[in-house]
């Protein structure tokens, strides 16, 4: 079965770090680019960053550049999300998901996981 | 403020059919990038219903359908059904955000 699995959501203060992982399962990892979205309470659906199958090409949202490094073990089978200076406004469910599509510009999700919630406050 | 723009909310009798509209601009869907449908229902992952703006993956119903003209792109639901009563987003690539964007979501309430 085809799955991919979050953990490491937790509560942490401002300003603090927190490293999200993302085990896939049941299809060719090193082929597939993987991207994390996030959803923030009451609120819709947003793109954080994604990274190619060879952990080459990397891309940001602006609100995260900087602060979130996104990175694969393709050895592992696992994508990771690591935040730094976090801020309250990062406060949200963190999906990680398969990215499939014949290019990048076209790129979709279609295998999600169940999400990892992720809350700053002190 | 999302950069695809959905209706908040849209509501139907069972049987009915409903469309939900999700509006871009000419450094998306209008730059000819394909958009992207999902269901998502609370405490679960989002659920991929169409891509490519009108494939539907297997397992999904046909009464799902999506099209996309211009700056716009549109998810149809036919013979709307209570099990149908979720969130529902649209995604497409955005050229001057150099990444991937949603709608807003919309929420279906079947009456």
């Known amino acids: 079965e085809v799955q991919v699995l979050e953990s490491g959501g937790d509560l942490v203060q401002p300003g603090g770090s927190l490293r999200l992982s993302c085990a896939a399962s049941?299809?060719?990892?090193?082929?597939?680019?993987m991207t994390w979205v996030r959803q923030a309470p009451g609120k819709g659906l947003g793109w954080v960053s994604a990274?190619?199958?060879?952990?080459?090409?990397?891309y940001y949202a602006d609100s995260v550049k900087g602060r979130f490094t996104i990175s694969r073990d393709n050895s592992r089978n696992t994508l990771y999300l690591q935040m730094n200076s976090l801020r309250a406004e990062d406060t949200a469910v963190y999906y990680c998901a398969k990215m499939a599509g014949l290019d990048y510009h076209n790129y979709y999700m279609d295998v999600w996981g169940k999400g990892t919630m992720v809350t700053v406050s002190s | 403020q999302a950069v695809l723009t959905q209706p908040p909310s849209v509501s139907g009798a069972p049987g009915q059919r409903v469309p939900i509209s999700c509006t871009g601009s000419s450094s998306n869907i209008g730059a000819g990038h394909d958009v992207h449908w999902y269901q998502h229902l609370p405490g679960t992952g989002p659920k991929l219903l169409i891509f490519h703006n009108n494939n539907r993956p297997s397992g999904v119903p046909d009464r799902f359908s999506g099209s996309r003209s211009g700056t716009s792109a549109s998810l149809a639901i036919t013979g709307l059904q209570a099990e149908d009563e979720a969130d529902y987003y649209c995604?497409?690539?955005?050229?001057?955000?150099?990444?991937?964007?949603f709608g807003g979501g919309t929420k279906l309430t079947v009456l």
């Open positions: 049941g299809f060719p990892f090193s082929s597939y680019a």
């Open positions: 990274i190619g199958g060879g952990g080459i090409d990397i």
């Open positions: 995604q497409s690539y955005d050229n001057s955000l150099g990444g991937w964007v």
